[in-house]
């Protein structure tokens, strides 16, 4: 009995120190989407009121889910330390809920990756040939530091002192940079929520058994 006894304390201590680490990693997740999305670069790439905005879904799906993590691993620290049977039931599902989301966003972005970056990339060459979007156009260039496509340098916007980068590319390897960190976030974060489902339905158990035992 004591040692099933010192065995659950481990196991609850250990799931109230993941359930405090999961808690920051959901502060953490919090910052990457409100940083990704107020990033001054990326949303005066996007301001535009008909620029693409499909990048900005995966952004905020990533805050949405950093906010619930936040709130999961405080009730799952409250279940751990009251060795509750029903709130670290709770604390398991909503983990894979979690999980689950956190999946079918990963699927989303990487099918619409493609999408994302040519979106945006036809959307800055539409500008080059509108005489509306010439402010625009400057915006990519200033954030960029690029100037025009192979195809197209207009004398007006692109003068012998503008960079030589070609600015289709440019905005390839700047969107594939912001959707790297999205991805590297999320499988972090999924590594961690299924060592916490692990955990949970361990102690879950050994709460049972120490029951039992009584």
């Known amino acids: 009995m004591s040692k099933v006894q010192g065995g659950m304390k481990c196991v609850k201590y250990l799931l109230f120190v993941f359930n405090f680490i999961f808690w920051l990693s959901g502060s953490v997740v919090l910052a990457v989407g409100l940083w990704l999305r107020f990033d001054p670069d990326t949303a005066n790439l996007l301001a535009e009121n008909d620029a693409p905005e499909h990048f900005f879904i995966a952004v905020y799906i990533l805050i949405g889910a950093g906010g619930v993590m936040m ?3 405080f009730f799952g620290c409250f279940g751990a330390v009251r060795e509750s049977q029903c709130l670290l039931g709770s604390f398991f599902a909503c983990l894979l809920v979690i999980f689950g989301a956190e999946v079918a966003a990963g699927v989303f972005g990487f099918l619409n990756k493609e999408k994302i970056i040519n979106d945006v990339q036809t959307y800055y060459e539409s500008t080059l040939g509108n005489d509306n979007g010439t402010a625009i156009a400057t915006i990519y260039h200033k954030v960029l530091e690029c100037c025009g496509t192979e195809s197209s340098r207009p ?3 692109c003068t012998e002192a503008s960079p030589n980068t070609d600015c289709v590319k ?4 700047f969107f594939n940079e912001k959707l790297f960190i999205i991805g590297y976030v999320g499988l972090g974060i999924a590594g961690i929520m299924i060592i916490g489902m692990i955990f949970s339905m361990v102690l879950c158990c050994a709460i049972r058994n120490s029951r039992e035992v009584i």
Not at 170 to 173: G, R
């Open 71 to 73: 709130l999961v691993g």
């Open 155 to 157: 004398p007006d916007l």
């Open 170 to 173: 440019a905005i390839e390897d």
